[in-house]
């Protein structure tokens, strides 16, 4: 099976813009997750979706929000980016969701200008 | 803040020694679950156990797991070169609806 592929792989953003990342999972996983990795605060997680509908979610503001398709593809938008956003973006996916074995992606790697 | 703390920070072993890492969290668990991330690979999941274990096998990784001290210990045996990377263990609490990662132990293993 393919993996977790993730685009864009690199993005350039400057303050106040939002931002679209893009996630295909596993063929067959239903559950989708996304982290935040920073070198100050490691990895974190963001929120999860299964089915179509947001399960979990983390301590993030407002800003990060996110969803899935039906065909489990997820994508997660950062609206007015601030410099801090600047991050490796991961998703992963998984058949049952977090209480299982996560399967990531390369991420994204965000830069905010 | 994080509920999964590794020990060491880093650690720098030769090639063919055994390397081992803990992690302590902070509230009950169903979980636990090791990864291993370095820059040709990502993240990649090593290992998950339950909180009804107490030890668990997979090649040549071995994790314990005590949910009365809320520790657990990832050991990898005759280690490689290639083992050379940044190991998390990540954790589900049962109250929340929440997955945290520990800030990570960095292995060096030198040939």
């Known amino acids: 099976k393919a993996g977790v592929t993730q685009t864009p792989r690199y993005l350039i953003k400057t303050r106040g813009q939002q931002v679209t990342l893009s996630c295909s999972p596993i063929?067959?996983?239903?559950?989708v997750s996304w982290y935040q990795q920073t070198p100050g605060q490691g990895l974190q997680f963001l929120f999860e979706?299964?089915?179509?509908?947001?399960?979990n979610k983390g301590n993030f503001p407002g800003r990060f929000s996110g969803r899935q398709f039906s065909n489990s593809r997820s994508e997660m938008n950062v609206s007015t980016l601030e410099l801090g956003d600047s991050a490796l973006y991961l998703c992963?996916?998984?058949?049952?969701?977090?209480?299982?074995?996560?399967?990531f992606g390369p991420g994204t790697r965000l830069t905010v200008l | 803040s994080q509920q999964g703390e590794e020990d060491p920070q880093a650690l720098s072993i030769q090639e063919g020694e055994n390397a081992t890492m803990n992690c302590s969290y902070k509230?009950?668990?169903?979980?636990l679950q090791w990864y291993r991330q370095n820059s040709g690979r990502g993240l990649v999941h090593l290992i998950l156990?339950?909180?009804?274990?107490r030890e668990k096998h997979s090649g040549r990784l071995r994790v314990t797991l005590d949910t009365s001290k809320k520790s657990s210990s990832l050991l990898i045996t005759a280690s490689r070169a290639a083992d050379t990377a940044s190991y998390f263990c990540?954790?589900?609490?049962?109250?929340?609806?929440?997955?945290?990662f520990g800030p990570g132990t960095r292995l060096s293993v030198l040939p």
């Open positions: 992963a996916s998984s058949p049952q969701g977090i209480t299982d074995t996560q399967y």
């Open positions: 063929s067959g996983h239903r559950s």
């Open positions: 979706y299964f089915s179509e509908t947001q399960r």
């Open positions: 509230t009950s668990i169903n979980n």
């Open positions: 156990i339950r909180s009804n274990e």
């Open positions: 990540a954790t589900d609490a049962i109250s929340g609806q929440n997955f945290v």
